[in-house]
């Protein structure tokens, strides 16, 4: 496999390990935090990402239809330059919070996913590529800086081997209703990637736009991506 070709696999391989993010923490970040959505309520994520030779499209919904526990669901659509567009991926997550986060505090939670990589040559069936999450989020200074860590590992069903994962972040609000989001997550087996970006509320804890961009980290630009996404969540109301 090409130098080029392989390295945007894996980078696709960590994106889709955290596609699915939490209602607080919610796009762009590819940390996850230790929050879920309101029991009874829903949210739709929405996301592109533009990479030097392709554009990826993404929807997410998620909901939390009993309490104790986040249900989502979606996938990615990649237009590759010159060659069309087609689904590539398929994704389901379960997140559960183990210890809630509180304002000045610390918690913990875990995340359960499998991911479908429907144009892969070899195991692309479900359950896919299966990973479990610990995301660890502590707040500071009345929430005007929270910290995001995660550890985890990805099975690849392709290539029959465990990684390690991690993600480290923080939200840092730079404003009323605008944060700042610095990141870097990567696995064991190569160099880190870095993202930065920037979340606004337009309504406040219902309506959200964000943009940002990454890289890898002492990389060139092939690796580079920029991406623009809108979150929308809704108050409980499910039966």
């Not at 230790?34 to 990826?56: F, H, M, Y």
């Not at 730079?174 to 880190?192: C, F, M, T």
Request: charged share 20%; hydrophobic share 40%.
């Amino acid at each position: 496999m090409p130098a080029r070709t392989l390295a945007l696999a894996t980078l696709a391989d960590l994106l889709s390990m955290f596609a699915a993010q939490s209602a607080d923490a919610g796009r762009p970040m590819i940390t996850d935090d230790a929050r879920i959505l309101d029991p009874k309520a829903c949210q739709l994520e929405g996301w592109t990402r533009v990479n030097r030779d392709s554009t990826e499209y993404w929807l997410m919904p998620a909901c939390n239809p009993f309490g104790p526990f986040e249900l989502a669901y979606g996938g990615g659509r990649t237009h590759e330059n010159g060659h069309g567009d087609a689904l590539t991926e398929s994704l389901v997550q379960l997140k559960a919070v183990v210890k809630p986060l509180q304002v000045n505090g610390w918690g913990w939670g875990i995340s359960l996913g499998a991911d479908r990589h429907l144009r892969r040559e070899a195991g692309n069936g479900w359950p896919g590529d299966v990973y479990v999450n610990l995301p660890v989020t502590a707040s500071f200074r009345d929430d005007e800086v929270v910290m995001l860590l995660n550890a985890g590992t990805l099975h690849r069903r392709d290539l029959h081997r465990t990684i390690g994962t991690w993600g480290l972040g923080s939200e840092l609000r730079i404003g009323e209703d605008l944060y700042l989001l610095p990141e870097a997550y990567g696995n064991d087996r190569g160099r880190p990637f870095y993202q930065l970006a920037l979340r606004y509320w337009v309504v406040k804890d219902r309506l959200e736009i964000d943009g940002g961009f990454g890289n890898r980290l002492g990389g060139d630009t092939s690796e580079r991506y920029f991406t623009l996404g809108v979150h929308a969540q809704w108050p409980p109301f499910l039966p």
